[in-house]
C-alpha cells in the first residue's frame, strides 16, 4: 500500500504563489506517474498535471504557463509550484501516484486546500 502526504496548501491572494509537496511511502508502483489533481465545490475532479518517472509532463490548459510540475524521484516526492494565481484556481487539490503499466494500482492523498481569495 502506498501512503502519500501532501503539504503546502493555503490562502493566498489574486497573482500570487504556492508551493505543494506531496511525498510517498510503502509500497511504491515503480515506473510511476505522480500527479496533482483539483476539485472545486460543486464540480468534479480534474487533472491538473502529472509527471512521469523519466520527467514527461502534461498540464491542463487552464493551468498551462502558471503551473510548474517536478519531482525528486530518490525522495518519492512531486512538487506543484503554482504562479500568478486566480481565484478560480479555488479548490481541494489531491495528490495522486499510478502504476505506469496498470493504472488500476493508483493510490490519493487526502487533499490540501487551496484558497484564492482578496
Known amino acids: 500500500q502506498v501512503q502519500l502526504v501532501e503539504s503546502g496548501g493555503g490562502l493566498v491572494q489574486p497573482g500570487g504563489s504556492l508551493r505543494l509537496s506531496c511525498a510517498a511511502s510503502?509500497?511504491?508502483?515503480?515506473?510511476?506517474?505522480m500527479g496533482w489533481y483539483r476539485q472545486a465545490p460543486g464540480k468534479e475532479r480534474e487533472l491538473v498535471a502529472v509527471?512521469?518517472?523519466?520527467?514527461?509532463?502534461n498540464y491542463a490548459d487552464s493551468v498551462k504557463g502558471r503551473f510548474t510540475i517536478s519531482r525528486e524521484n530518490a525522495k518519492n516526492t512531486v512538487y506543484l509550484e503554482m504562479n500568478s494565481l486566480k481565484p478560480e484556481d479555488t479548490a481541494v487539490y489531491y495528490c495522486?501516484?499510478?502504476?505506469?503499466?496498470?493504472?488500476?494500482?493508483?493510490?490519493w492523498g487526502q487533499g490540501t486546500q487551496v484558497t484564492v481569495s482578496s
Open positions: 495522486n501516484i499510478r502504476s505506469t503499466y496498470n493504472s488500476r494500482l493508483a493510490s
Open positions: 510503502g509500497s511504491i508502483y515503480r515506473p510511476n506517474v
Open positions: 509527471i512521469s518517472s523519466s520527467g514527461n509532463t
